[in-house]
Structure formats: structure tokens, C-alpha cells
């Protein structure tokens, strides 16, 4: 089992930032691919970025590349999200999600993901 907390969200302006972090305990943090997701009214939950065990490999969607970083610390059992250039359109529930997963992969499907966390809200104003 792992559980996960989410915190850093709150409420910025448009083309502020915003970093988020998710606290993992139980086991070796290591062993998880971890992902960030995010969920607007009315949507459906979408991955935005994903890191590997180690971190060697990451990804992220459309709509944030370039502005948000995945990162993680293992000696914190920690991963983050630094949102810079923040938008409206950012306006969601950010949750992090942690699975068991091979040396580099980086799992990209909701569905993929075993652990989750019970998420942080993440506001941007005009």
C-alpha cells in the first residue's frame, strides 16, 4: 500500500505560478512511477505529467508542456509540480497517482495507476 497527500494548491492569478507536492508513505517510494493528473467540472480526469522510478524519464500533455516540471525526490518520498505561467484554463483538481512499475517506464493511462491521493484544488483567476 502506498497513500498519498497532495498539497500546494490554492488560488493564483493568470501567469503566476504555483508548485505543487505529493507526500507518499508506505513502501519503498522508489519502486513507483508516479503521474500527475487533473480533473475540471465537467470533464474527465486527464494525465498532465508522469516521472519514472528514478526520474530518468518524464512526460507531459499538450497542454501544459513547457510550462509545468515533474519532479520527484526519493530521499523525501516526495514528487512535485512546479506550474509556471499559470492559465484559467489550468482551473482543476490536481491528484497524484503512484503504481509499481519497470526502471523507465512512464505510465501515461489513468487506468494504469493503482494509488491515488484525494487531491488539492488548484484555482487561477483572470
Known amino acids: 500500500q502506498v497513500q498519498l497527500v497532495e498539497s500546494g494548491g490554492g488560488l493564483v492569478q493568470a501567469g503566476g505560478s504555483l508548485r505543487l507536492s505529493c507526500a507518499a508513505s508506505?513502501?519503498?517510494?522508489?519502486?513507483?512511477?508516479m503521474g500527475w493528473f487533473r480533473q475540471a467540472p465537467g470533464k474527465d480526469r486527464e494525465v498532465i505529467a508522469a516521472i519514472s522510478r528514478i526520474g530518468y524519464n518524464t512526460y507531459y500533455g499538450d497542454s501544459v508542456k513547457g510550462r509545468f516540471t515533474i519532479s520527484r525526490d526519493n530521499a523525501k518520498n516526495t514528487v512535485y509540480l512546479q506550474m509556471n505561467s499559470l492559465k484559467p484554463e489550468d482551473t482543476a483538481v490536481y491528484y497524484c497517482a503512484a503504481v509499481f512499475k519497470g526502471f523507465r517506464t512512464v505510465p501515461t493511462g489513468r487506468d494504469e495507476y493503482d494509488y491515488w491521493g484525494q487531491g488539492t484544488q488548484v484555482t487561477v483567476s483572470s
Open positions: 508506505g513502501r519503498a517510494f522508489s519502486n513507483y512511477a
